[in-house]
């Protein structure tokens, strides 16, 4: 996000909750009478993009389409940051509204200018976006450019990904039997949540296939009854019990 000077002007990122994009849009539509009072273009630009996010997870596009129509009149004394925000989001749009095809020009474009202004946390956002509108191995190739821009990147909203990315290509990984590279990708995504200092419980998905499986055996013996886990007063036995298959495959989100 754009900072401003002013410091009435919070950093609106924060106030995301994704779970509940009504309340969002609402705390967001707060802010914009003093974000226009203020003049501050790429702001008011950036957080109209947001909006019009909260809009397309209501599913409401022809709503964020016309915002997003209002922040594209606005992108020439916006910036860069403000233009990628606004190629993401309108790529979201039409993903979202079934139209994957005509989201695919928006993200490949944001993904340029990502790179290009050193954006990196929204040229991560925009090869992640590219992996879900491809599938098969489109899709991991496109994650697999995400995941090496938020290695290679010192910047820490872009190294974010990082947790979610190694998740991911490791369930993928899983899915197609290559189980050394699926734990590779687990251990990893565990070390970066350690790293960070939030260690989660660590939820299987799959629990009668992977046992079947020689993975199973590894990734049991490694981790669920390691002193790793014990260490940080992780009971797995406890946090299977209630579970859903379904929940397991989250895992290290």
């Known amino acids: 996000m754009v900072s ?13 909750n994704y779970d509940k994009p009504a309340e969002t849009e609402r705390k967001f539509r707060e802010l914009l009478p003093r974000a226009k009072d203020f003049g501050d273009s790429g702001y008011q630009a950036e957080l109209l993009t947001q909006i019009a996010r909260t809009l397309g997870l209501q599913r409401h596009f022809a709503a964020a389409d016309s915002v997003l129509d209002e922040v594209l009149k606005m992108l020439p004394q916006a910036g860069e940051e403000a233009r ?7 790529g979201r749009v039409r993903n979202s509204s079934g139209e994957p095809e005509k989201a695919r020009p928006f993200f490949e474009e944001a993904l340029e200018v990502g790179r290009k202004g050193a954006l990196d946390d929204y040229a991560v956002d ?10 098969g191995q489109a899709a991991l190739d496109w994650n697999i450019k995400a995941l090496a821009m ?3 990147s010192s910047q820490p909203k872009a190294r974010k990904w990082l947790g979610s990315l190694y998740n991911n290509i490791g369930w993928t990984y899983f899915d197609m039997q290559k189980y050394d590279s699926a734990l590779t ?17 660590i939820r299987i998905a799959k629990w009668s296939a992977p046992r079947q499986s020689d993975f199973w055996g590894r990734w049991m013996k490694r981790w669920l009854f390691s ?17 859903s298959s379904k929940n397991w495959r989250n895992a290290f989100l």
């Open 4 to 16: 401003s000077s002013n410091h009435s002007l919070p950093d609106f990122d924060s106030l995301w």
């Open 227 to 243: 002193g790793n886990l014990k260490r940080n007063g992780h009971n797995p036995a406890k946090s299977r019990m209630g579970m």
């Open 126 to 135: 925009a090869a992640h976006m590219l992996a879900i509108v491809d599938s």
């Open 185 to 201: 990708l687990f251990e990893k995504a565990l070390a970066f949540r350690q790293e960070q200092g939030k260690v989660v419980p």
């Open 84 to 90: 990628v925000r606004y190629l993401l989001e309108r």
């Open 150 to 152: 938020a290695e290679n």
